[in-house]
Each structure stands twice: as C-alpha cells, then as structure tokens.
C-alpha cells in the first residue's frame, strides 16, 4: 500500500523586509525586486532566493545613502543661505570641521549632533551638513565654551584673582592633587588596580599604609566626609591608555550612597574623558622621547 507524504511542505528559500508605508518608496522597491510579495501572514515583504538577505541589505544601504545624499545637499544649501560666521568653524566640502580648546561643555553639545565624530589625527570635530539645523541650535553654548578656554581667557581669569583667597585655594587644591592620595572610607576600601570612579575622575589605587584622612581636608579638596565616618589615605595612578580602553564602564551612573562614600564603577563619559588624557600623557611622553 502506497503510503502518502503527511510532512509540512518546505519553507520557500528568501528574506524578509519592512518598508516605510509610501507609494514611491514600496514602487522602488517592486522596481528593484520584481519577484517580490506582500505577505498578509508575516506583514512584511517576501523576495524569494537564497542570497535575498544580501540583496535587501545592499538596497536598503543604497537608499540610505541616497537620502544621506540628499539631506546633505539640503543642510549645505541652508549654511550657504545663512552661514555660521566663527573662527572655531571651517566649511569643507564634505563636511563642516569645528576646531575649538578642549572644553567639557563643546564635547558634550557636540555629542548631541547627530553624525558628529572625531576625527583624532586632525584633532577636529566633524559633522555632515545634514545636521547643520541641530548644529546652530547648539553653536552659541559650543562658541561661548570655546571663547572662555582661550589660553588668553584662562590666564586673565587667573591674573583677576591673583593674590585672593580664591586664588590660594585653587593653589592649596593643586598642590593636595599632586600628592595622588585619596581618602577612602576605611571598612569599605575600593579594589585595587582596576579603574575607578571619583571625585578627581577615573583613577586605579595602588594600597594604603593605613594613615588617618582628616575630615576637614576631605571636606575641603575631594566631597564632604560623612559625620562618624573614618578615612584613610589610598595611593592611586593614572591609568594608562590601554587599561582604560580594556575598561567596561558600568550602564547606571553612580548612586548617592556610593557619591557619599567616593567612589564607584567609572561610566563610559568619565572613561572617555580619562582615555583623552592618557592619550595626551602618551604624545607628551613620545615628543620628550624625540627630542631626548
């Protein structure tokens, strides 16, 4: 007796894809991909073939690059109408290039542009003329930033209040820093040689020898010591640039208790701002090595 094939028929061979519900767009994609179906079970678009995946892929990379292309033509034709005028901003071709004195707040609004990068062998920042809309929105806080860490801003600051007991303590703090100790709760003590957060920023301590932290010079140089809490003196080193890109940063930012206490798992901000200066350690060491 001839027995009948009760198995589920084969799956067709082919890749999926979703599209933006608009007629020129589903009309470029049929034109693409004539063979493709609309399927009302998987509410997507069905392209059958074994290499269907890659061929979405590369279309869609087109399309995307195409309205990249066009977005760019249309922000560089708004910056032709009405251009920013700075010394800190440069119109190429290709892009817009911003070359400012390093301040947190100009890396932090350039953060929030969309496509902006950093462009580490010109030591600029770059962003498509596709958001030059959010760029202006952002330049007056980005070129006031620029203009007070100007060398001739920072040292008229420092000339003002030369002599004044703000002055003194600015001094009294740079010398306390170079000492690089840190106090630390002493029955909750940080682990050793692993990057850190804290309120000098991202270091990796060394050990202690025990020595009592005075709660007033706590109060007074890294946060305010905790009433009945006992410190002690932690040694600490800078990080260098490969320890801190081997780093995981931690996805929640500190909590209070661990602010009160000192320290805590480094996020990715206070990373990148510790791997910025590892790296500036590691020019400053290789220049000296030239020149010696």
Known sequence: MERKDTSEPRPREGATTELPRDRITVARFREAFPRARWSDRLNAWFVPGRTAE?????????MEAEEDRFADEKGRDVFAFEPIESRYLEAAPATLQIRTPYSRTVVNEIREIPYARWDADRRLWTV???SFEELRQRW????AAAERNEPEARRARREAIEGTEQDEARRARTRERRRKRYPAPSNDAPPLDRAIGTHVGVVFFIGTDGELADPTTVSAFYFPA???EEYVWASWRPGSLDELVATWPSRTPPEQHELNRGWWMPTLEELRDARRNARSRRRVKKRQHKDN
């Open 128 to 130: 498509p003329y596709r």
């Open 140 to 143: 007056p806080a980005i070129e």
């Open 226 to 228: 905790v009433d009945g």
């Open 54 to 62: 890659k061929r979405i892929g590369r279309w869609l990379a087109e």
